[in-house]
């Protein structure tokens, strides 16, 4: 058998990731939680119909599930959901994924229902009593937007939803009591802004069950406040981009603000979910936090005293779900650019880890991996023309069976994440991986908007929502093309939600691209602002402009109104229940682009959110992605794969 690779056809090549085996791979952990020495985390199931399972590590080292294993744990406050339970005392307090609903396990057949139905729960804590659980509620009862409170929950008094001990802001998150049980802290904002753009830290006087005396002691316009921990001598920690912009270390004590570090880098990141944990505190005066800089993901451990920084030497890029066993362990949910996602737990005097959990199996061999490169590139320049440039991450094909046919250069795949605010990693992405070994060139932008590179690399979306990611995604396929990296004729753009606003502002008012992927993408931003959930229903006064006065920004730059210009494909993929960008939004966009005579492809799935949970549905969801790009392309995907129906299809 020859060791010399055969040339194939670019995205005809048989990869090993199949769309089932993909689907399958997908399992994702998160919300890693320590109590008394325990590690709680939940894992995401695609194959159980995205089942969320609440798992545990018990004393002697086994793992099993903390419930029953029919139970679903998940919150769907904010839509996006946060941390869905705590430990109080001895007893497990948790939201079920089927109504929302608290219930409170206290062993084997002892599970009741604490809170009515109508509410949503997130990002408890247990107090110093070991009976009260503090949290997020979001009430959805009544009629007009729900409402957000930080309430009490007594697990020995009976069904209640909660003693509001604070409701008087749009947005509440990180209720945190402090050891002694004496002060409460916790985060609020206020419409328009998101909690990336400034959030207030409160604290109050813990008092016979409830509040008084709350004062602000950081945070601001212009200031993003995250994640305030107490520490054993009362001092409370803090994430704040005040000074230069960048997440830094900060505290209050004696009734001072504090740096404790200034680093051009982030330690944090955008508060899309309640419950983040991108540091922790040791309690002997060191904490664990996880450094990003250009959006590659380190831990290290800092002297709160000095601020003076060790990194630790771990094989991972990305890093989620930071904790403390002890003050010698160390905890997190650790990504590395070749392997599964894992739960790691970290000897903090010599930096030794220990991998808990995987997220799944290796499914591919190393020879298959394509690896992250960083690039930067020129992109269009500052509105008072000062040159400007972006980053990326770009993935040649690999396969080491199949190459290229001499004088054929791949073609790309444009890969878009969501948010906007939010950022791309260099850790193991199958999806990624699931395109490369078939032949394609991928390159995940993180346009101007991004975060984890400052607030001044963040707010460059500010008002230009539609135009700087564009000319970011533009930017970076002309810079790989100008290499003579890929085909500048043969390139696809594909992104969901926020990443589908780009992909359909790009095929509506650029000739740049060849096909797009929409996954469940804004079509148009008026009808956006109009019907999305409470905690987005603002977020366009930032990224566009405020309605009213903004109306005719809103429509230039909403693709549903412009698709007439597309002379592209178009695949769109929806679910059925999304209430962040309701199915009427693709549906509304599939017909502008399929009346323009725009070759177009439409799937809804029934029973779908915003984001595809069900293999299933990943599953055919991937197939119509081959089909559609191997029509696209002109190219026969290999495999066998169900058919696509494609409206306005003429041999490609």
Known sequence: MSDTPADTPCGAWPSPLSPEQAAAASNALDYAWAHRGRLYWIEDRPTERGRSALMTRHADGRVAEALAPDVGVRSRVHEYGGRPYAVVGDRLAYVATQDQRLRVHGGVGDTTVLTPEGCRYADGQGAPDGRTLVCVREDHRGDGAPRNAIVALDLDGGAHAGRVLYDRSDFVASPRVSPDG?????????????????????????????????????????????????????????????????????????????????????????AWRLGGQHYALTGDGRALVCVSRGAVESLALIDVATGGLRPLALPFVGFDAIGVLDAATGYAIASAADAPPALITIDLRDGRHDVVRTAGPRVLAPAFLARAEAIEFPTAPAADGTPRTAHAWFYPPRHPGH????????????????????????????????????????????????????????????????????????????????????????VAIRGASAGGFTVLSALAFTDRFTAGINYFGVADLETL??????????????????????????????PAHHMHRCRAALLTLQGSDDRAVPPQQSRAVVQAARAAGCPVAYLEFEGEQHGFREAAHIVRALQAEC??????????????????AIDNATPA
């Open 182 to 270: 004496r002060r409460l802290a916790f985060i609020a904002w206020d419409h328009p802004a998101m909690p990336w753009d400034e959030t207030r830290l409160i604290v109050g006087d813990w008092r016979d069950g409830s509040i008084a005396g709350e004062r602000v002691v950081a945070g601001g316009p212009g200031e993003s406040v995250l994640e305030p921990r107490w520490d054993g001598d009362g001092t409370l920690y803090f994430l704040s981009d005040r000074a230069g912009g960048w997440w830094n270390l900060h505290r209050w004590r004696d009734g001072r603000v504090e740096s404790v570090t200034a680093l051009e880098a982030e330690i944090g990141g955008p």
């Open 403 to 490: 190459r290229p046919p001499r004088g054929e250069a791949p073609p790309l795949i444009v890969l878009l994440h969501g948010g906007p605010t939010s950022v791309s990693r260099p850790v193991l992405k199958l999806g990624v991986q699931f395109w490369t070994t078939r032949g394609f060139a991928v390159v995940d932008v993180n346009y101007g908007g991004s975060a984890g590179f400052g607030r001044a690399y963040r707010e460059r979306l500010r008002s230009q929502w539609g135009v700087v990611d564009v000319q970011d995604a533009v930017a970076a396929v002309d810079h790989l093309a100008a290499a003579g990296r890929i085909d500048g004729r043969r």
């Open 529 to 558: 602002a109009a019907d999305t959930h409470k905690f987005e229903s603002r977020y366009l006064d930032s990224l566009v402009a405020p309605l009213p006065q903004g109306r005719a920004v809103y429509r230039e730059r909403s």
């Open 627 to 644: 089909v559609f790009l191997g029509w696209a392309f002109g190219f026969v995907p290999a495999g066998s794969l169900p058919p696509l």
